[in-house]
């Protein structure tokens, strides 16, 4: 019996992990479950799986339960260090999870890691501390599958598949409205990720993220679209063979595999890739329209603390045009100005990353004062 902790409960990989937890009961136990605010939905699901702890990081009002509770990044600390866990799945949207991820792998046991942004902001600092990280993310989790078997020297290079988001085909990008961005054509995501994928800037984090988790230079880390989300990405080897993992859109399958792995678990018939009438299209990422992809392959050539900076900028961006307060084409250009003016130093440290991180969403908001608003 595996014991799990979740971070980010309440959101949709949290409620996708407790799904899959939900149907293999002789597997794995919740031990912990963690969330920012939402305490109805945390309510629900303490009653449903008993763990022995939970924790609110942003709320302040009273909260019933029976295991041990705690409170805001500090309890969220020390439930870390308390909890016995042998599998830590972190789940916290953005930047908030930087520091509960590392903590997270520093404590040892797996990591089951969907919180892209960690890798991205603090990818060295984690990687060092982490006992095995086995990604949920469906690309990274792909091509976690198709590296099994490779030597690393037989990799001609990873190939990350984008969807392309809502808006590969539509012309007017100015006109975009917060209701359409959040519309994702094949996956159900959370709100960042969601705006994330129709911007390409998902797919630059996720270029940053595997770049952490499987140390490849980022010449051979390659991204195409792919609007069906059937190949979830591939490796090209050096004889151009090339590995790639498949399987319909649904978060359950990479999370089922991150929990169980090197096993696999029997998920149901609905999860069923049906093979005829399936067709399969791979096309160039449009990087004129959509100059988020370029901006993350910048900013990581240009090492840290540049790839903070995009983060951060991203998250500021987003929150900006989902308030309606930024177009959608505000998006780019305010992470763009972001990074050319941001003047911090490398951070020695996880706390200093995310002081980085701090900082570069106060200059993303002068940003947007001075250029947007
Ligand atoms: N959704 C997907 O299919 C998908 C796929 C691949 C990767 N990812 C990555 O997985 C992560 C989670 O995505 P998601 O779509 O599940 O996000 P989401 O639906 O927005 O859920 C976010 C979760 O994080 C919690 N949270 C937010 N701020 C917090 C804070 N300061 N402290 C503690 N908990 C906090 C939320 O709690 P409240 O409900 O209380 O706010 C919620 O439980 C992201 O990094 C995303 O890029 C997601």
């Known amino acids: 019996m595996k014991r799990v902790l979740v971070l980010g409960s309440t959101g949709s990989i949290g409620k996708n992990t407790l799904k899959v937890i939900e149907a293999f009961p002789d597997k794995f136990k919740v031990v912990g479950l963690v969330a920012g605010k939402s305490a109805g939905a945390l309510r629900e699901q303490v009653e449903k799986f008993s763990p022995e702890a939970a924790c609110l990081v942003n709320f302040e009002g009273s909260f019933d339960f029976k295991g ?46 969907a919180n892209k942004e960690s890798l991205v902001c603090a990818g060295g600092f984690i990687v060092k501390v982490a006992e095995e990280i086995v990604p949920v993310d469906s690309e990274h989790s792909a091509l976690f599958q198709c590296l099994r078997k490779e030597r690393k ?79 979830h990405s591939l490796v090209r080897l050096v004889d151009n063979s090339l590995i790639a993992q498949m399987g319909v859109p649904d978060m359950r399958i990479p999370i089922a595999y991150a ?68 177009p959608f084409t505000a998006i780019p250009v305010l992470i763009e100005k972001t990074l050319e003016i941001a003047d911090f130093p490398p951070p020695s440290s996880v706390e200093e990353v995310v002081e980085v991180d701090r900082l570069s969403k106060e200059l993303a908001l002068k940003v947007a004062e001075e250029f947007l608003f």
């Open 68 to 113: 041990k509770f705690y409170r805001g990044l500090s309890g969220l600390k020390e439930l870390i260090e308390d909890v016995d866990f042998d599998i830590c799945v972190s789940a916290i949207t953005g930047s908030a999870g930087i520091l509960p991820t590392y903590w997270a792998a520093k404590k040892g046991g797996r990591l089951a890691l």
């Open 153 to 231: 020297e037989d990799v001609a290079e990873i190939i990350l598949t984008a969807s392309g988001g809502a808006f590969r085909e539509r012309e007017d990008l100015s006109s975009v409205t917060p209701e359409e961005a959040l519309k994702h054509p094949n996956w159900s995501m959370g709100a960042k990720v969601t705006v994330d994928s129709s911007t390409l800037m998902n797919k630059g984090l996720e270029v940053i993220e595997a770049y952490w988790l499987f140390g490849f230079p980022l010449e051979k880390i390659r991204v195409v679209i792919h609007p069906q989300s059937i190949v």
């Open 259 to 326: 929990l169980s792995y090197p096993e696999r678990l029997p998920l149901n018939g609905e999860l069923e890739l049906k093979l005829p009438g399936l067709s399969l299209d791979f096309l160039e990422p449009d990087v004129e329209k959509f100059p988020c992809l370029s901006l993350a392959y910048e900013a990581m050539r240009r090492g840290y603390p540049y790839p903070i900076v995009l983060n951060a900028a991203d998250e500021i961006a987003v929150e900006l045009f989902l308030k309606g307060k930024i």
